[in-house]
């Protein structure tokens, strides 16, 4: 359904001295994959790995410099006339208190991407809809963000990713801002979510026990390169590249009692 | 004989209660961690050892290091303190250096203002210091300035500095939260040795169960600035006194990362 | 209507909000109504002290009488610091809006006109326009609205800068909202506080370099009264009569501060993250 081959993008950093030749660092090299319907990829890396990078490009919000996104059959190029794209494929940022809008009320937020794609029906009816799906409620739509916690606007943000009516869902770190309790509370969300609505998931992140709850499979980045990739079962019970066991060696773990 | 004891402190902050009569001790060269979600109090115990609570908050209650009251100490006498008898790892590393500084000099700071050292020996010692922390080629690594250094390096960095005067108490509030797993991983065996070869006593702050098991052996449980359940590591794990305790232990074991899957 | 309750629960607000109140009625009504004529001279009825013969404030060495005067002056005031904020919020927004999200080849420019700006003194602006195209209330407005406009162009290039960066645009982009909406619905809210801060500042300033323009001749026709101008006319006679040089200066003070204190208040008011 959403396939990408061979995205590559590379940035030019700051030159060292006036003479000196500009340095160019590649954030993704040559990585291709590929998502069916209702399937859950992991995105798994470290910061620098280029997995930022990677979902900005699946998301059409930056040109690759070489490579392409395909989406059921049609090519996704940044730019103009990506109604067809956006209806389909939305987003969960990663920080819930940068990714609301402060000036703006919770239920235009939410509101927004129905106006914007041209989604049929009552928008109001629909926004106090989604706000229940996500467990809020109504009366939440005419607050502003700063009057909810974390993990209520990370809930809201999933709300208004939700409105379009999606079929993939791409999800940068979404419970990385949160603490233990909550981060729980939102992962137990997001799987029911995306179990009753049969979403495809790109869940970028560097937390190996949340990619191993929801994801099926699994890419493992490093300095922009897939190292690794697999079924999510396979690639944690047996790593091939060093570097996936070393990151799997690193995570901590409560002491078995 | 004791190190540390905090009894009934209580810190309050705008008429909030913030911390409300946490008690605990602390042994020469023993380690705890105190557990508990933001707004649980727990940096602010941290924050009121060191004297360093925001301007307005009061502290009542009493907490000694080596016998002597630090609570209504004035604010010299705890600078005298701070860094020589205990000192501190924040969570950010790179808003916790200056970033005009080279870091050699920022290691070799305290050494030279608690007149411990000549200003050359201190230097030195601070290179002698970067190496203890793992930093490659520390002569060099002295001489930049923060920017130049990734996340992990600058952590390395904050620890050499904190240890540099062997302060009998290390505080470390959440240090690898901004860092990567693989990063974690390595500045928690570093704390873990550091704190061993010195005999430093460490509080380790985290609202990371897993976290903690690595380099702390008994455990506070703080909730909504009281303490909910205290005990040794094992124990706490094993069987879990308090609601809150078993909640904070339900949603990290969900979470975390099983092995034979 | 609710902001402007919420500027008078402050105190400095609502000092700011009717100093600037008591102005604007002061213009209007001057247009058909002051104590005395303003412009007429009486020899026998020179230097008088306030509350003498119907006198408020006084009259000068020709008789002018100096509250009617005061009150013609803040019809200029007025219509200078209003026009002036007016054409710098243009000049700004548009310059900002430029130099922060055009592409390549109009923000470079854009940001180069701006620095390039920004070094002309404003004052220096107004006397060269004043020179080239006569002395007037056009020119002496248009000159302060450019020359703060850039000032303004330039904090607005960096508020933009940075809520173009932020993830609500992001997300905002992802639910399909484009540049347009983006700019309304985003941009604009959200650099209104700094905005609001820096067109009171330059109301503030504008009324400061009228009256110095005015002062040094540059400004608008003599035969209309200024609060510039009356300090200009009374400042031979500083040592003998105090007084009469203190009256425009209080106000012209007393209006930079109303002005300021007003766009204090106003950003809190608008902000959700304040509000009561």
Known sequence: MLTASGLTRSFRLPRRSVFGPAAVRHAVRDVSLALAPGERLGVVGESGSGKSTLLRLLLALDRPDAGEVVFRGRPVRPGGGLGWFRREVQMVPQDPFGSLDPRMRVGDSVREPLECLAVPGDHTAKVAELLASVGLDADAASRYPHQFSGGQRQRIAIARALGPEPAVLLADEPFSALDVVVRAQVLALVQDLVDRLGLALVLVSHDIGVVQQLCDRVLVLKDGVAVEAGATADVLRAPEHPYTRALLDAVPRLPEV | ?261 | ?276
């Open chain 3, 1 to 276: 209507m609710t902001v402007l309750l919420s500027v008078l629960r402050r105190p400095a607000g609502a000092f700011g909000l009717i100093w600037i109140g008591l102005l604007a009625v002061a213009a209007i009504v001057s247009t058909f109504w002051t104590p005395f004529d303003p412009l007429r001279t009486d020899p026998g009825k020179a230097w008088l002290l306030p509350f003498t013969d119907g006198h408020v404030l006084g009259t000068d060495r020709i008789g002018h009488d100096q509250f009617s005067q005061l009150l013609v002056g803040a019809r200029e005031t007025m219509v200078v610091a209003v026009c002036a904020a007016l054409v710098a919020a243009v000049v700004g927004l548009l310059l900002g809006l430029l130099a922060a999200l055009g592409p390549g080849w109009v923000s470079g420019p854009a940001v180069g006109l701006i620095d390039v700006l920004i070094a002309f003194p404003t004052l220096l602006l107004a006397m060269v326009l004043a020179a080239v195209y006569g002395s007037s209330l056009g020119t002496v407005v248009v000159a302060i609205g450019t020359g703060f406009g850039v000032a303004v162009a330039r904090v607005a290039r960096a508020e933009i800068a940075s809520v173009r960066g932020s993830d609500y645009v992001l997300a905002a982009r992802v639910g399909g909202a484009g540049t347009a909406r983006i700019i309304r619905r985003h941009v604009l809210p959200n650099i209104a506080p700094t905005l609001i801060v820096q067109l009171s500042l330059v109301m503030a300033l504008a009324v400061l370099v009228e009256a110095a323009l005015t002062y040094l001749g540059y400004g608008s026709s003599p035969s209309s009264p200024s609060w510039g101008g009356m300090l200009h006319e009374q400042q031979a006679h500083i040592a003998a009569r105090p007084l009469l040089v203190i009256w425009p200066g209080l106000a012209v003070a007393l209006t930079v501060l109303a002005f300021n204190l007003l766009g204090d208040a106003l950003r809190e008011a608008t902000d959700p993250r304040l509000a009561r």
């Open chain 2, 1 to 261: 004989m004791t190190l540390l004891a905090v009894r009934d402190l209580t810190v309050g902050i705008g008429g909030a209660v913030l911390v409300d009569g946490v008690s605990f001790t602390l042994d020469p060269g023993e380690r705890l961690g105190l557990i508990g979600e933001s707004g649980s109090g727990k940096s602010l115990t941290a924050l009121a050892v060191l004297g360093l609570l925001p301007a307005g908050a009061t502290v009542t209650g009493s907490i000694t290091l080596d016998g002597r009251e630090l609570v209504g100490l004035g604010d010299r006498r705890l600078s005298a303190l701070r860094g020589r008898k205990l000192a501190m790892v924040f969570q950010e590393p790179r808003t916790a250096l200056n970033p005009l500084m080279r870091v050699g000099r920022q290691v070799a700071e305290p050494l030279h203002h608690h007149g411990l050292l000549t200003r050359r020996a201190a230097r030195t010692r601070a290179v002698d210091l970067l190496a203890d922390v793992g930093l490659p080629d520390p002569a060099h690594t002295a001489r930049a300035y923060p920017h130049q250094l990734s996340g992990g390096q600058l952590q390395r960095v904050g620890i050499a500095a904190a240890l540099a005067c062997g302060p009998a108490l290390l505080l470390a509030d959440e240090p690898t939260t901004a860092l990567d797993v693989t990063v974690q991983a390595e500045i928690l065996a570093l704390l873990d040795r550091l704190v061993d070869e010195h005999g430093t006593a460490l509080v380790f702050i985290t609202h990371d169960m897993a976290v903690l098991a690595r380099v702390a052996r008994r455990v506070l449980v703080l909730g909504k600035g009281k303490v909910l359940e205290e005990g040794e590591l094992d124990s706490v794990l094993r069987a879990p006194g308090h609601e809150y305790t078993r909640t904070l232990l339900t949603a990290a074991r969900a979470a975390s990362f099983r092995r034979e899957a």
